[in-house]
């Protein structure tokens, strides 16, 4: 589900870390401040890429005033020079965003930002496709912004094709194309409503990681395209409630046991002749999970089971649409799934390298047609792809080390078997590289630093800061610096004694007295809580107001390999809960924690966890503030939920022992209910049920509701009024510091 982390989990700064000798007072580090602009992260580039000939660096920088407007720069790494190549506001035509493209930003997780979210670079290295506002525009190196459509509609999905001959979009559910410059032109059919040509389906944008619905040849003579039928897809009604009215959307949603869309791909000219029809088996209820052309001009299409359990590698002949299995990838253990992933990438030979956990651990492996050969033997997880010099015979990625850090390794592409770490072990990392394997750009962030961002060599070294991003006089971080806390880090035994990794940050304490705890927790598969990287102030502030802040992150969660996520299989809302009751138990231990003052709080499946949690242990919490929570596993979406779930009409009885609603009469600690009104996520249902629920059994609960807002609740001035509402709660029910 790629569920929403509403908060920054950890924040945290040395308290001497560049204390100027001038400072003698530290300004009190508000919850209004945490969420303002400047961010008090300092800046934070998206979307970086390399140009296809390496020479250029190009990203989307935040402006200073307005943390969440973002525009284009790009870095000349020859002459080492800046520039503004698109002023999103001087371009832009603040047209409003149809819904459809309000969607998919959701499903991208940008849907709160600003200006310019993505762009393309033309394979020349000429310019950039940039879409702001509905529109697409291409700007050149030397400043001059060229607009190619200006419509009532939006272009969704843009791209230029490989050769740069074309641009295609979406428009009002069919796929256009046209030379660059030139009128676009539609080259799949118009049908009706339910029917949509080149667009990723609901659940393949919301839990594949799969953004789009076609894809260009390398020649730029052929495309594969999606047609995704609807109607099957049951309707959820959907009143996004707002301020100042109502609006109501039929949603095609597919809750988990119900039919999904049915999806075909095609393979068509770039003006919509010679279609085919690509075989893709006779079972329609699949998914299509990755769509690639290879080096051979062979399609490659990768064919994923319901059930997730089976993933087929398709071989698909472009002229026929005729298809084999070329290999097939299954679970690394019987009561376990497939984890998709982009870690793959076809070789000059023909050969395929292949990310798989097969081993229990993620790792790469070599497939060349009919032998595999293991690569990377780690007993902790690979991470990323990060790129691939061939004529080097070099291969990078990123890796867990220790748990609680990632790192950049190279090793020999043919002979892997020594690893190389390029970068600093202090810091958590991840990285990308140029098309020429020669270049990396690397992210690292620490606890007492947030993230900096700069290009290396293919030997790591450093060649030139991007963002370094220091804490100087003037970093708007600076004047916190001296009354920041570091973190401390440890493990605690689970039932069957796996060592569940926990952070703490505690506020200045006085000897002889206990103070509360702030319970931070996701708890659900994916997200990683407890790390060494930065997390942003909000931790901080938390301690600021003489609270404990506290993480632990229970099995099922990512990056410990097969069996530490294995537990929730078929059972969700279980070993998480105990998992947690294990540091809610070791707290109580603590001479420093006021025992009866241990406060929940979690968003999404983290809002699902502090219910289940409350249910199952009354008394042993405080209170629990519950945001945006799924209450039913049967009202959230196919692939995320029968992913670990299975499907409710086989299963039904685990759906049962996992739903939030039987026992929410058992609730009798404290209890504040959050939710957007316009959750298309975990819909308003979730939460409306639970409420009925509770006021018919007379059970006392507290709700905030947020009119016009979606699964992110979160902008300058709606979440500080959030977060002050959640310690006005605490307050009100006792759950304060000693005076």
């Given at each position: 589900?790629?569920?929403?982390?509403a908060?920054?989990?950890?924040?945290?700064?040395s308290?001497t870390?560049?204390?100027?000798?001038h400072?003698?007072?530290?300004?009190?580090?508000t919850?209004?401040r945490v969420?303002?602009?400047?961010?008090?992260?300092?800046p934070?580039?998206?979307?970086?890429?390399?140009?296809?000939d390496?020479?250029?660096?190009?990203?989307?920088?935040n402006r200073?005033?307005?943390?969440a407007?973002?525009?284009?720069?790009?870095?000349?790494?020859?002459?080492?020079?800046w520039r503004m190549?698109v002023?999103?506001?001087?371009?832009?035509?603040g047209?409003?965003?149809?819904e459809?493209?309000?969607?998919?930003?959701?499903?991208?997780?940008?849907g709160?930002?600003?200006?310019?979210?993505?762009y393309q670079?033309?394979?020349?290295?000429s310019?950039?496709?940039v879409?702001?506002?509905?529109d697409?525009?291409?700007?050149k190196?030397?400043g001059?912004?060229?607009?190619?459509t200006?419509?009532?509609?939006?272009?969704l999905?843009?791209?230029?094709s490989?050769?740069?001959g074309y641009?295609?979009?979406?428009?009002d559910?069919q796929?256009?194309?046209?030379?660059?410059?030139?009128e676009a032109?539609?080259?799949?059919?118009?049908?009706?409503?339910?029917?949509?040509w080149?667009?990723?389906e609901f659940?393949?944008?919301?839990?594949?990681?799969?953004?789009?619905?076609?894809?260009?040849?390398?020649?730029?003579?052929?495309?594969?395209?999606?047609r995704?039928d609807?109607?099957?897809?049951g309707?959820?009604t959907?009143?996004?409630?707002?301020a100042?009215?109502t609006?109501v959307?039929d949603?095609?949603?597919?809750?988990a046991?119900?039919?999904?869309a049915?999806?075909d791909?095609?393979?068509?000219?770039?003006?919509?002749?010679n279609?085919?029809k690509?075989d893709?088996?006779?079972n329609?209820?699949i998914?299509?999970a990755?769509?690639?052309w290879?080096?051979d001009?062979?399609?490659?299409?990768q064919?994923?089971?319901?059930?997730?359990?089976?993933l087929d590698m398709?071989?698909?002949d472009?002229?026929?649409?005729?298809?084999?299995i070329?290999?097939?990838?299954e679970?690394?253990?019987?009561?376990?799934?497939?984890?998709l992933?982009?870690n793959?990438?076809?070789?000059?030979d023909?050969?395929?390298?292949?990310w798989?956990e097969?081993d229990?651990?993620?790792?790469?492996y070599?497939?060349?047609g009919?032998?595999?050969?293991?690569?990377t033997?780690?007993?902790e997880?690979?991470?990323?792809l990060?790129?691939?010099?061939?004529?080097?015979?070099q291969?990078?990625?990123t890796?867990?080390?220790?748990?609680?850090?990632?790192?950049?390794?190279?090793a020999?592409?043919?002979?892997?078997s020594e690893l190389?770490?390029?970068?600093?072990?202090?810091?958590?990392?991840t990285?990308?590289m140029d098309?020429?394997?020669?270049r990396?750009?690397?992210?690292?962030?620490?606890?007492?630093?947030?993230?900096?961002s700069y290009?290396?060599?293919?030997?790591?070294?450093?060649?030139?800061?991007?963002?370094e991003?220091?804490?100087?006089?003037e970093h708007?971080?600076?004047?916190?610096l001296?009354?920041?806390?570091?973190?401390?880090?440890?493990?605690?035994?689970?039932?069957d004694?796996?060592p569940?990794?926990?952070?703490m940050?505690?506020p200045?304490?006085e000897?002889?007295?206990?103070?509360?705890?702030?319970?931070?927790?996701?708890?659900?598969?994916?997200p990683q809580?407890?790390?060494k990287?930065?997390?942003?102030a909000?931790?901080q502030?938390i301690?600021d107001?003489?609270?404990i802040?506290?993480?632990?992150?229970?099995r099922?969660?990512?990056n410990?390999?097969?069996?530490?996520?294995?537990?929730?299989?078929?059972?969700?809302?279980?070993?998480e809960v105990?998992?947690?009751?294990t540091g809610a138990?070791f707290?109580?231990?603590?001479?420093?924690?006021?025992?009866?003052?241990i406060?929940?709080y979690g968003?999404?499946?983290?809002g699902?966890m502090?219910?289940?949690q409350?249910?199952?242990?009354?008394?042993?919490?405080?209170?629990?503030?519950?945001?945006?929570?799924?209450?039913?596993w049967e009202?959230?979406?196919?692939?995320?939920t029968e992913r670990f779930?299975?499907d409710?009409?086989?299963v039904?009885?685990?759906?049962?022992?996992?739903?939030?609603?039987?026992?929410?009469?058992?609730?009798?600690?404290?209890l504040?209910?959050?939710?957007g009104?316009?959750?298309?996520?975990v819909?308003f249902?979730?939460?409306?049920?639970?409420?009925?629920?509770?006021?018919?059994?007379n059970?006392?609960?507290?709700?905030m509701?947020?009119?016009?807002?979606?699964h992110?609740?979160s902008?300058?001035?709606?979440?500080?009024?959030?977060?002050n509402?959640i310690f006005?709660?605490?307050?009100a029910?006792?759950?304060?510091?000693?005076?």
């Amino acid at each position: 589900m790629r569920l929403l982390l509403a908060a920054a989990s950890a924040a945290l700064l040395s308290t001497t870390a560049l204390a100027d000798d001038h400072m003698t007072q530290t300004p009190e580090l508000t919850i209004e401040r945490v969420f303002a602009s400047p961010s008090l992260n300092g800046p934070s580039p998206r979307a970086v890429q390399f140009s296809p000939d390496g020479r250029y660096l190009t990203l989307l920088r935040n402006r200073e005033e307005d943390a969440a407007r973002y525009d284009l720069w790009g870095f000349d790494l020859e002459t080492s020079e800046w520039r503004m190549l698109v002023d999103s506001e001087a371009v832009g035509s603040g047209r409003e965003l149809s819904e459809d493209e309000k969607m998919q930003r959701e499903r991208a997780r940008v849907g709160s930002l600003k200006g310019i979210i993505t762009y393309q670079w033309a394979s020349d290295a000429s310019g950039v496709l940039v879409p702001i506002d509905g529109d697409l525009y291409f700007a050149k190196l030397d400043g001059e912004v060229q607009r190619l459509t200006d419509t009532e509609e939006s272009e969704l999905n843009p791209k230029l094709s490989p050769k740069a001959g074309y641009v295609s979009f979406i428009r009002d559910r069919q796929l256009w194309v046209g030379e660059v410059g030139g009128e676009a032109a539609p080259v799949t059919p118009k049908e009706d409503d339910t029917i949509r040509w080149g667009e990723a389906e609901f659940v393949a944008q919301e839990e594949m990681s799969r953004l789009t619905g076609y894809w260009w040849k390398g020649d730029d003579t052929r495309l594969a395209v999606q047609r995704t039928d609807e109607s099957p897809v049951g309707i959820v009604t959907r009143a996004a409630i707002g301020a100042t009215g109502t609006q109501v959307f039929d949603q095609r949603y597919p809750v988990a046991g119900s039919d999904n869309a049915l999806v075909d791909l095609f393979v068509m000219d770039p003006d919509g002749g010679n279609r085919v029809k690509v075989d893709l088996g006779e079972n329609t209820d699949i998914y299509i999970a990755r769509v690639n052309w290879g080096p051979d001009g062979m399609l490659y299409v990768q064919r994923q089971n319901r059930e997730q359990t089976v993933l087929d590698m398709l071989k698909v002949d472009p002229a026929t649409g005729e298809s084999e299995i070329w290999f097939t990838e299954e679970a690394a253990r019987e009561d376990y799934w497939i984890n998709l992933s982009d870690n793959y990438r076809f070789l000059k030979d023909g050969s395929l390298l292949w990310w798989s956990e097969r081993d229990g651990f993620g790792n790469f492996y070599r497939f060349d047609g009919s032998e595999w050969t293991q690569l990377t033997s780690l007993k902790e997880p690979v991470t990323k792809l990060v790129g691939i010099n061939e004529d080097k015979d070099q291969l990078f990625f990123t890796a867990v080390e220790g748990v609680l850090t990632e790192q950049v390794y190279s090793a020999s592409l043919s002979e892997p078997s020594e690893l190389t770490r390029l970068t600093d072990a202090d810091y958590t990392n991840t990285a990308s590289m140029d098309p020429t394997g020669n270049r990396l750009y690397v992210t690292r962030s620490a606890p007492d630093q947030p993230p900096q961002s700069y290009i290396a060599g293919d030997l790591g070294q450093q060649l030139t800061w991007v963002e370094e991003n220091a804490l100087s006089e003037e970093h708007p971080y600076t004047p916190f610096l001296m009354g920041h806390t570091m973190p401390e880090y440890g493990t605690i035994p689970a039932e069957d004694g796996t060592p569940l990794h926990y952070m703490m940050l505690k506020p200045d304490m006085e000897a002889g007295k206990t103070y509360p705890v702030f319970y931070y927790h996701y708890s659900g598969p994916g997200p990683q809580i407890v790390d060494k990287g930065w997390g942003g102030a909000l931790a901080q502030a938390i301690v600021d107001k003489g609270y404990i802040y506290f993480a632990l992150d229970n099995r099922g969660t990512a990056n410990r390999g097969v069996d530490f996520e294995q537990p929730i299989y078929r059972a969700m809302g279980g070993v998480e809960v105990l998992d947690q009751k294990t540091g809610a138990e070791f707290l109580k231990t603590l001479d420093y924690v006021d025992g009866d003052k241990i406060a929940l709080y979690g968003w999404s499946y983290g809002g699902y966890m502090t219910l289940k949690q409350l249910q199952a242990d009354p008394g042993l919490y405080a209170a629990g503030v519950s945001g945006a929570p799924v209450t039913k596993w049967e009202l959230y979406d196919t692939h995320y939920t029968e992913r670990f779930m299975g499907d409710p009409r086989e299963v039904p009885e685990a759906y049962e022992t996992a739903s939030a609603i039987p026992d929410a009469t058992k609730i009798s600690d404290p209890l504040l209910l959050i939710h957007g009104m316009a959750d298309d996520n975990v819909v308003f249902e979730n939460s409306s049920e639970l409420i009925s629920v509770l006021q018919e059994n007379n059970v006392p609960f507290e709700m905030m509701l947020y009119p016009g807002y979606t699964h992110r609740v979160s902008g300058e001035q709606i979440s500080p009024h959030m977060w002050n509402s959640i310690f006005r709660f605490l307050e009100a029910h006792g759950v304060t510091p000693p005076e």
